[in-house]
């Protein structure tokens, strides 16, 4: 009897000790196939200064793809904002770019577009405090006679199509000329699906005398979202909702007496701790926080929407950072793929900005010209930065694509997100996988199709970052990718690096 208590005993010791081998190691060997598929391999490290997770063990990842079922990936959550359409520089770089949606006006001063004068302009007769900065601004584009647009918008859309969505002031436009606007637009070309009722109408230095308490706010635009509606049936309109605990009242209050009026929710969210000096080393938390910014970004959904339950999100201010360093980069990868894992929920997501002084996917460099300006914005003093490299692999995969059911097996982060993050997806004909490695470990990667392990010849490559503070600028012709492998070996993914696997 004790014998047999002996080797049960052992069993359980040997089965518990397997497990937890299993739980650290998923699933490399050449072929990426049996137990031990990950011995032997060349796994080196990056620099493991302010990594704020344990990173003394192994880690591997198994991607699983259900071939049989396919979602048509959403290009909408690959939108952008940015501005400047008139100058012969401005229209290169938006052609350069080919952005999926323009978002026009872009930001605060949506609130005070006069659309028949292609200006951002306040009411001096409203007695309502807008604040000193904003006027300032205003007064100087009065002076400079300086139009926010047109017709260059005009134009660049007639020749490339991208999507648009409008802000509408409503602080000033009633029922009519938000009607006039949107049959204005219609004349110049634009097919209008998508109109946001103003811009970050919680805080009150965006609001009027009309617009000025959350009551007045609903009176003041569900006339104007009835009209709009009537004037072009399956438009769909959105209300700016805040995802801070004070600013409850507020959404609570837009929508109390009826909630039909709008259809879905504009949220603008930053994850944007210590946005300091990229070279600093962050804290431990903000790193975290930059590093899982799907919890975020899944907490602040939640709270909007449980005051328009059922109501879609427009993500239409967003974006990932601590300043430029691969932390950031390797956030707002996870994040995307948070998007288009949740696309029921996301309906359209424009990052803020492709060349803004925050979150750039471009820069046009922070030194002052020779003669005080800042530099010239044009393509010949344009840069990417991680961000824009990251978003051009994001393209590159998802745009146009049919994204596959996967599931994944790695590493759980203390924060209990995974290590490692991978999508797959088909596209003209070929299977691409996106994957993120947030660790500063190598990790063997393996690739399951409908059960079986592939061991078929793909082609790997990355952008991969040293250590957590490390930056990048690209010239634009250069690919934000670099080749690690192509073959029938074990698919291994650097440390801190985003990947596009082609199959």
Request: aromatic share 12%; charged share 25%.
């Amino acid at each position: 009897m004790k014998k047999i208590t002996y080797i049960l005993l052992l069993c359980v010791v040997v089965f518990s000790c397997k497990k937890d081998v299993e739980d650290e190691i998923i699933g490399g060997g050449v072929s990426g196939e049996g137990d031990n598929w990950f011995a032997g391999l060349d796994l080196p490290l990056a620099d493991k200064t302010g990594y704020p997770y344990e990173s003394a063990k192994m880690t591997t990842a198994t991607l699983s793809i259900n071939s049989s079922n396919t979602i048509a990936a959403n290009n909408l959550l690959l939108g952008a904002n940015f501005g400047g359409f008139s100058t012969n520089d401005e229209k290169e770089i938006v052609r350069f770019l080919k952005p999926v949606t323009v978002r026009f006006p872009s930001g605060v001063w949506a609130n005070w577009y006069n659309w028949e004068k292609d200006m951002s302009e306040y009411d001096a007769t409203d007695p309502y405090d807008i604040g000193e900065f904003h006027r300032g601004v205003m007064d100087t584009w009065a002076n400079n006679n300086t139009k926010a647009g047109f017709p260059g918008l005009t134009d660049l859309h007639a020749e490339m199509g991208f999507n648009t969505i409008f802000t509408y002031n409503v602080n000033y436009d009633n029922a009519a000329k938000s009607v006039a606007r949107l049959k204005d637009s219609e004349a110049k070309g634009f097919d209008v699906k998508y109109i946001e009722l103003g811009n970050e109408q919680f805080w009150l230095d965006q609001r009027s005398s009309k617009t000025s308490t959350p009551i007045k706010y609903f009176f003041t635009v569900r006339p104007i979202s009835a009209a709009l509606k009537a004037a072009k049936p399956g438009l769909k309109i959105s209300v700016p909702m805040g995802w801070r605990t004070d600013q409850a009242a507020y959404n609570l209050q837009i929508g109390i007496f009826s909630k039909t009026y709008f259809d879905a929710i504009s949220l603008h969210k930053y994850i944007d701790p210590e946005r300091t000096d990229p070279k600093i080393i962050k804290s431990i938390e903000t790193y975290k926080t930059i590093l899982t910014p799907r919890i975020e970004l899944k907490n602040s959904t939640k709270f909007v929407q449980d005051f328009a339950p059922g109501k879609p999100v427009w993500l239409t201010e967003w974006g990932v950072s601590c300043g430029l360093n691969a932390a950031s980069f390797l956030g707002q990868a996870d994040a995307y793929m948070y998007l288009f894992e949740n696309q029921d929920t996301y309906e359209r997501a424009e990052w803020f900005g492709l060349t803004t002084a925050l979150n750039p996917m471009y820069s046009f460099g922070d030194e002052f010209t020779d003669n005080g300006g800042r530099p010239e914005k044009s393509l010949r003093n344009m840069k990417k930065t991680g961000h824009g490299a990251v978003y051009e692999i994001l393209r590159d995969v998802f745009e146009d694509s049919q994204i596959y059911e996967t599931s994944i097996s790695t590493r759980i982060l203390d924060t209990g997100v995974n290590a490692v993050e991978a999508k797959a997806v088909t596209k003209n004909g070929k299977t691409l996988i996106f994957a993120v490695n947030k660790t500063v470990r190598s990790v063997p990667f393996r690739v399951k199709l409908d059960g079986t392990v592939l061991t078929s010849s793909k082609k790997h490559e990355a952008l991969f970052f040293e250590s957590l503070q490390d930056n990048k600028y690209l010239n634009l012709d250069q690919s934000a990718l670099t080749l690690i492998d192509e073959g029938t070996s074990v698919i291994i993914l650097p440390p801190l690096s985003v990947n596009k696997i082609s199959l």
